[in-house]
């Protein structure tokens, strides 16, 4: 699921600064659940077909098991079990009663394949059937990172937090054209100064990062390949190493938001802009938000596509829209929300790391992932 994967790289960016431990048993409580964004119009439509997609939008409520070297999730339907000794990630279906095993390797390998494929359906077509595709060297890539302590405090799960905003925003600008698009991230964190033992999750996730081969020991992330394609954002990620020191503790609420913009503005956060609710005018869709902004530049510096619009005055507003008092300025693709609870360092059973007996295991599919 895409919220778990972004869960994920946040956790990872947050400690890659971070001493390691003794190893030991470690349990807590996450619950995650998509609050909004033009996702959630996809998935009513989706729910009306499909019992699973009207499923989607209710929160997903998971313990968490690390031990040693192995970390199992276990939510209602579904368990994933992360061993970084066998170097496996196993996914339970106990729906189904089936399993599936990937190593390391294979995510690798999988996500080499698809981007061969890609490129090679682009290059099958014919040339006038596909888009233009601006030279690497003619789009300028800028990266902007900022957190912010807001002073703000409130009760989450019975803790005093105190209120950080993470915003980030990737700018692509073809130089030619000028045609423009920023894709952003906005986080909306809750922390506390410290809860005793969570280092175990922090050091879980940085063991992790070195054997996917995204960290390299005692240098932090490997962002290599990034970087050769993009120079500019050697500057980005020494900025972002800065401002990820301003965090300090731990995340036990989080709202991210995913989405665009065309002010060269952040997305606004959850708690300074919450969005309407069902019953209120919906947020402007990613689609309304492009045809002003063009943000198909960044998916086409990043062989995703074409450029969009070229920059250019806007058009008179027509004086028989609704829209025209207030042209948005940005679009919430997707908002998430993650809660940790129920803290634990008591000894952990083996048996959460073990695939239950009479399940089987069936073979990979390219979607299971």
């Keep these: 699921m895409h919220v778990s994967?972004?869960?994920?790289?946040?956790?990872?960016?947050?400690?890659?600064?971070?001493?390691?431990?003794?190893?030991?048993?470690?349990?807590?409580?996450?619950?995650?659940?998509?609050?909004?964004?033009?996702?959630?119009?996809m998935i009513k439509m989706a729910g009306a077909f499909s019992s699973q997609a009207r499923k989607a939008g209710d929160p997903v409520v998971s313990s968490v098991y690390i031990k040693g070297n192995r970390m199992a999730k276990v939510s209602p339907d579904r368990i994933e079990i992360i061993d970084l000794d066998k170097e496996t990630i196993t996914n339970i279906d106990t729906i189904k009663h089936t399993y599936t095993v990937i190593t390391f390797q294979q995510m690798k390998d999988q996500l080499a394949k698809a981007q061969q494929e890609m490129e090679k359906k682009q290059a099958e077509q014919p040339a006038a059937t596909q888009p233009a595709k601006p030279d690497a060297n003619d789009v300028k890539v800028s990266f902007d990172v900022h957190v912010r302590n807001t002073g703000v405090a409130k009760?989450?799960?019975?803790?005093?937090?105190?209120?950080?905003?993470?915003?980030?925003?990737?700018?692509?600008?073809?130089?030619?054209?000028?045609?423009?698009?920023?894709?952003?991230?906005?986080?909306?964190?809750?922390?506390?100064?410290?809860?005793?033992?969570?280092?175990?999750?922090r050091d879980f996730y940085m063991r992790m990062a070195t054997k996917m081969g995204v960290m390299t020991p005692g240098s932090g992330l490997d962002f290599s390949k990034f970087?050769?394609?993009?120079?500019?954002?050697?500057?980005?990620?020494?900025?972002?190493?800065?401002?990820?020191?301003?965090?300090?503790?731990?995340?036990?609420?989080?709202?991210?938001?995913?989405?665009?913009?065309?002010?060269?503005?952040?997305?606004?956060?959850?708690?300074?802009?919450?969005?309407?609710?069902?019953?209120?005018?919906?947020?402007?869709?990613?689609?309304?938000?492009?045809?002003?902004?063009?943000?198909?530049?960044?998916?086409?510096?990043?062989?995703?596509?074409?450029?969009?619009?070229?920059?250019?005055?806007?058009?008179?507003?027509?004086?028989?829209?609704?829209?025209?008092?207030?042209?948005?300025?940005?679009?919430?693709?997707?908002?998430?929300?993650?809660?940790?609870?129920?803290?634990?360092?008591?000894?952990?059973?083996?048996?959460?790391?073990?695939?239950?007996?009479?399940?089987?295991q069936v073979p990979l599919q390219s979607d299971n992932r």
């Design 5 to 41: 994967r972004l869960q994920k790289l946040t956790i990872l960016a947050l400690t890659a600064a971070m001493p390691s431990t003794l190893l030991a048993d470690y349990t807590y409580q996450e619950t995650t659940q998509i609050t909004g964004g033009s996702i959630v119009a």
């Design 155 to 201: 009760q989450v799960s019975g803790l005093s937090a105190d209120e950080a905003i993470l915003t980030m925003m990737m700018n692509a600008t073809d130089q030619k054209s000028q045609q423009t698009g920023t894709m952003a991230i906005t986080n909306d964190m809750w922390l506390v100064p410290e809860i005793p033992g969570y280092s175990e999750v």
């Design 227 to 360: 970087l050769a394609q993009n120079p500019g954002a050697t500057q980005a990620l020494d900025s972002m190493g800065k401002e990820m020191q301003k965090i300090k503790g731990v995340p036990v609420m989080q709202v991210m938001r995913m989405g665009t913009t065309t002010d060269g503005k952040p997305l606004p956060a959850a708690s300074e802009a919450p969005l309407p609710a069902a019953a209120s005018p919906a947020m402007p869709s990613a689609s309304d938000v492009a045809k002003q902004s063009a943000a198909s530049a960044i998916t086409s510096h990043f062989g995703l596509g074409g450029f969009g619009h070229k920059k250019s005055d806007p058009p008179p507003p027509d004086p028989n829209s609704k829209q025209n008092a207030a042209t948005p300025t940005s679009a919430v693709l997707m908002e998430s929300q993650t809660t940790v609870s129920n803290f634990s360092s008591a000894p952990v059973d083996p048996s959460h790391f073990e695939v239950p007996a009479g399940y089987k």
